[in-house]
């Protein structure tokens, strides 16, 4: 069993950063790729950004590219989501999630995860 903890979420101004954190915890998690995904109210969870578990491969959406960052720290078990230039619409619930299939590489479907944190509000004012 994993258990993901997303953290750091909270209020910003347009233009700010912030940095959130999956602290994770199970067997097996450096095997696992991981991932970033988002909620809107009223929309659906979308993928924001994505890590492998070796040779450390990324992929971001369209809309984050250039201004998101995603690492692992292995020896600390936690994944981070460093936030540049937040924009009105990056707005959400965020979430990290946890692959179990040791893919090689990332996948970008939320039904692809078998793992979820319980989420951290991300809120961007104008």
């Known amino acids: 069993q994993v258990q993901l903890v997303e953290s750091g979420g909270g209020l910003v101004q347009v233009g700010g950063s912030l940095r959130l954190s999956c602290a994770t915890s199970?067997?097996?998690?450096?095997?696992?790729?991981t991932g970033w995904f988002r909620q809107a109210p009223g929309k659906e969870r979308e993928f924001v950004a994505a890590?492998?578990?070796?040779?450390?491969?990324?992929y971001y959406a369209d809309s984050v590219k250039g201004r998101f960052t995603i690492s692992r720290d292995n020896a600390k078990n936690t994944v981070y989501l460093q936030m540049n230039s937040l924009k009105p619409e990056d707005t959400a619930v965020y979430y990290c999630?946890?692959?179990?299939?040791?893919?090689?590489?990332?996948?970008?479907?939320?039904?692809?995860?078998?793992?979820w944190g319980q989420g951290t509000q991300v809120t961007v004012s104008s």
């Open positions: 890590i492998s578990w070796i040779n450390p491969y990324t």
């Open positions: 199970g067997r097996n998690f450096l095997t696992y790729a």
């Open positions: 999630a946890a692959d179990a299939s040791t893919v090689i590489g990332v996948r970008t479907t939320p039904t692809q995860y078998d793992y």
